[in-house]
DNA sequence: CTGAAAGCGCTTACAG
DNA sequence: CTGAAAGCGCTTACAG
């Protein structure tokens, strides 16, 4: 006797022999026509069932529903998507999410769009500019109806490409004034410049420098040395590390600018980690912090502010860069293709989260 | 005149005529056949110059790859995928990403699997099973060659659909002696267990907990409990959080805790996140830690040893979780399928890292 | 090393 | 509300 583990193949054997011979591979599961003779209706109704059921006469849904359930149909997107041109997937290129604010990004971004009925292709491009361009093809042959990037540095040939796709995409993380198409960041130059202020105005006058050298820790070093010179202060000591950043890496890092430039008397991290690191550098060095260095770090790790209370940080929200980047989408998506001339932008901004001199 | 811009519609454009009519959709971008004309060859050899390079002739090959250079094809996977019932595509299912230690392992199973050809489908579960069921046939409609799972805890329907479509699966951050197919983990209950004795070991007589009431949170506190029980404390105080935990739930609950069990000397906690929360408290409770409370996380975050070095934790290797998970699957799908009863199962372990009274 | 034919499992567009 | 025909863009298996 059939148990409840072989429901699927019970009553339904006598179908293979019915079934058009193949020519290629063995039987490789349920096809929408099984589901369709089991339940008396024509494959189109089936396919109706999933995609427009409210096309469907309610006996005929319930029926084929019973059937898809018994059997445990699951249908072959592979030749819905190509057949519809509509592969309901998204793709999300981003340098990593371990370690980093851009796994809260992809976080809510996923569930965002899964709520609508996508889903997400996640490619890491690591930092590297020409990986995310030959990534963007291995992503493009999935024919996906979306794609959110991380940063506005992308070459040429991956915005030439992007563009005659036609699908939609999301710029993250970053601003310009000339986005391929949308756009969901804030402006690096602008968190560097604000840094810069809010050391100024604490009468630092020797602010150094810890950073990553990819292209946003750079646009955030460009508004930080611009407000400096701006202060009349040009020669800002600096230290420029490889990502991925890591508290190891700012640890090791500030005692050797500092040796550089023993009047440091600030320095901003490129990251939350980094800046750690410098703390922990600083109190075995007998500095303390921030009264005789202040430190500042970027991303506001949740954990920063109950553990190093002493740290600067700069807050940015990634959920809310995942959340809209979603939305960008799914507005264009559902919204039809004559609002493709519409350009949207939303710089989501950042807070400098000072501490005070306790 | 045209300009670089415009690469794909210089001499191509007449080919347009020559195409049979459509009878649905316009065109929507360049097929394997375009490349095949432009190129001279049958589309067949198009394909293989993709899929089996080595059996093309040197000269064709080139000749292909420049058109397909050219004109900027990208292969439909789509199409391919149906044809030949290979997607490429490995699905993942998380609870989550943020905030989170398996965005680590995420990250190097997709940065392994893509090396290898694969891509990632990435699926967010949250901490609920049927979440976790309903999730698995919107991604197996895309036919994975191969899925990962988080945890050994599954509904028995999610199992046998597994088993019926006869993939190859690794579940992960867990063990069991019933894996559905293959397993990279490490058991939380000898975590709990473990914690015990390294709480025992230390005179530790009031021990408490507070933990998430996930799968294997709960199986940490089973073993935490089973192995105080052994030494004869029966009564462990506890407080039972709902997932995602963090630092502000750790502060908000050890109070509540110590209110119900004041003479408590020791607390596990279920996450970082949660210590250094529980640790904050207890510093405004005016407990040392840890000498009046010892505080043990799990997770070892990077962070937590440079900034709360009173804490014990527990690490536990994600990323050598993910690497091997891609390795099970990667063995399997080029193996053959005759090694489908060989079944794997790999023990990461884990390390407690203590922290001594300072 | 290369190709003509058939098929992968769906959905579109049309008709009723 | 339902269905027969044609097609989506590839690849397999066979032949040469």
């Not at 209706?41 to 109706?48: D, E, H, L, N, Y």
């Not at 070459?155 to 563009?163: I, N």
């Not at 969901?184 to 950073?211: C, D, K, N, Q, T």
């Not at 202060?233 to 508290?247: N, Q, T, Y």
Request: glycine share 8%; aromatic share 4%.
């Amino acid at each position: 006797m059939p148990t409840a583990k072989s429901a699927a193949s019970t009553d339904d054997r006598k179908d293979a022999a019915a079934r058009p011979k193949r020519t290629r591979g063995g039987p490789k599961g349920l096809r929408i026509t099984d589901v369709a003779a089991q339940a008396g209706v024509s494959p189109i109704t089936v396919s109706r069932v999933f995609n427009s059921p409210e096309s469907v006469a309610p006996e005929t849904l319930e029926r084929v529903r019973q059937v898809v359930q018994k059997l445990g149909y699951v249908p072959n997107r592979l030749a819905g998507g190509l057949s519809s041109s509509r592969s309901r997937l998204v793709a999300a290129i981003v340098p990593t999410i371990s370690h980093s604010l851009f796994s809260e990004t992809i976080q809510v971004f996923s569930e965002t769009l899964s709520r609508a009925g996508y889903e997400v292709l996640l490619a890491l491009s690591g930092y590297s500019a020409s990986s995310e361009e030959s990534l963007l093809d291995t992503v493009l042959s999935r024919r996906p109806e979306g794609v959110l990037l991380t940063g506005v540095a992308h070459t040429d040939s991956l915005r030439e490409r992007l563009a005659n796709v036609g699908i939609p995409v999301v710029e993250t993380w970053d601003t310009t004034h000339t986005p391929i198409d949308m756009l969901v960041g804030f402006s690096h130059y602008e968190i560097g410049a604000a840094v810069a202020e809010h050391f100024l105005e604490r009468g630092m006058r020797r602010p150094a420098l810890i950073s990553a050298n990819d292209m946003r820790a750079l646009a955030r070093r460009a508004g930080f040395r611009d407000r400096l010179a701006q202060a009349g202060i040009e020669d800002v000591a600096e230290a420029l590390v490889a990502p991925p950043s890591s508290v190891a890496v700012g640890k090791r890092t500030l005692p050797e600018l500092l040796a550089r430039a023993r009047d440091t008397d600030a320095v901003f991290c490129g990251s939350d980690l980094l800046a750690i690191g410098a703390l922990g550098a600083a109190r075995q060095l007998g500095l303390s912090v921030p009264t005789q260095l202040a430190i500042c770090g970027f991303g506001d790790l949740e954990f920063a502010t109950e553990t190093t209370p002493q740290l600067t940080t700069v807050r940015v929200d990634g959920t809310r860069i995942g959340v809209n980047a979603a939305r960008f989408l799914l507005d264009r998506l559902n919204g039809g293709s004559n609002a493709s001339d519409e350009r949207r932008v939303l710089d989501v901004g950042f807070t400098v989260l000072p501490r005070e001199s306790t």
